[in-house]
């Protein structure tokens, strides 16, 4: 296959059929991805063609991806001959008949959010969705990003769709499963305008750079689990994967998450508390999200939380 762009949130099918999401920047010499879905005859998601595929949990596709034999960071490492095809969340909108999608991509189209900074990921883009699937909805860089979060903000306020309730906001805490309490969740959620509701269904907004925007975070070498505490003095890049804070601490630079659940957690000015997995290269990093549900690591905005029973408003 002609090597392309791949940016994060793709998706890769290889020629033994093993799905891939791209969960990396870095993909000029091969695509760095992680296993989601495989073949299975007995399995619970079929393709329009007919083929069965099994979703897998997180630990089951780590044990895969070592026996696939190009394992690193986390990461299998995918040479461009080994993929049969490529998949990204911008065609999903140019070619769906989705009604609930469509409905999405009219909201923020009136918001001025342009339709090719539009796109959909996940079990959808890969044709493996079932009814209960949520829809993972792209934005195409920083300003299409923010201008999507102020349009569900304002459709949120004005009552043109429906606020998250609490039900919903404890599905979400039992799927991602934090190092927080569920109203410490929840506060800093509620703040990030990144979820929303289409009628019963929910949906998250997801931001990938746009190619100009594109530059590589290198990691060194890990050196243990630390706690930290430090003022954010950068969040550009906050709800980006990893999500980027750039930090003034007397040791670490940059604290970077790895799952969505810190993507957004704290803005320019914010004290955070911070625990994760020390890496020091070109600088040091504290790195949050080794595994799927992050045991034992955490962001937490300490100014948030001090002013948790005052009105909070997030930063465009």
């Known amino acids: 296959m002609t090597p392309e762009p791949f940016r994060i949130r793709d998706f890769v099918i290889t020629k033994k059929g093993w799905i891939f999401a791209v969960a990396s920047y870095d993909n000029v010499d091969a695509v760095r991805g992680f296993l989601r879905y495989v073949p299975d005859k007995k399995g619970e998601r079929t393709m329009p063609d007919g083929a069965r595929y099994r979703k897998l949990g997180f630990d089951e596709a780590q044990a895969l991806m070592q026996s696939f034999g190009c394992y690193s960071r986390g990461l299998c490492v995918i040479s461009f001959e080994e993929i049969r095809e490529a998949k990204h969340p911008y065609e999903y909108v140019e070619r769906s008949a989705d009604a609930t999608v469509e409905q999405i991509v009219e909201m923020f189209e009136s918001y001025g959010v342009s339709r090719r900074k539009m796109g959909v990921t996940g079990s959808r883009l890969v ?42 906001w404890r599905r979400i805490y039992q799927k991602r499963s934090p190092e927080l309490s569920f109203s410490e969740f929840v506060l800093h959620e509620q703040r990030k305008w990144n979820r929303g509701m289409i009628g019963t269904t929910y949906f998250d907004l997801l931001f990938v750079r746009d190619f100009d925007e594109i530059s590589v975070e290198p990691l060194g070498i890990d050196d243990g689990y630390a706690a930290i505490r430090a003022k954010v003095t950068g969040a550009e890049y906050a709800f980006d994967s990893p999500a980027i804070y750039k930090i003034e601490h007397e040791t670490v630079q940059k604290v970077l998450s790895y799952t969505h659940t810190y993507a ?34 955490w962001i937490k905005s300490c100014t948030l939380l001090s002013h948790r029973d005052r009105p909070h408003e997030s930063t465009f």
């Not at 699937?133 to 043109?160: C, N, P, W």
């Not at 320019?268 to 549900?293: P, V, Y």
């Open 127 to 168: 044709g493996l969705e079932i009814e209960t699937s949520d829809i993972d909805f792209v934005l195409y860089g920083r300003s299409s990003f923010a201008r999507a979060r102020q349009a569900l903000r304002t459709a949120v306020q004005s009552g043109d769709m429906p606020p998250i309730d609490t039900s919903m």
């Open 264 to 297: 957004g957690q704290a803005f320019e000015g914010e004290i955070i508390e911070a625990r994760g997995l020390c890496n020091k290269g070109d600088m040091a990093r504290l790195i949050i999200g080794t595994t799927r549900e992050a045991r034992g690591e």
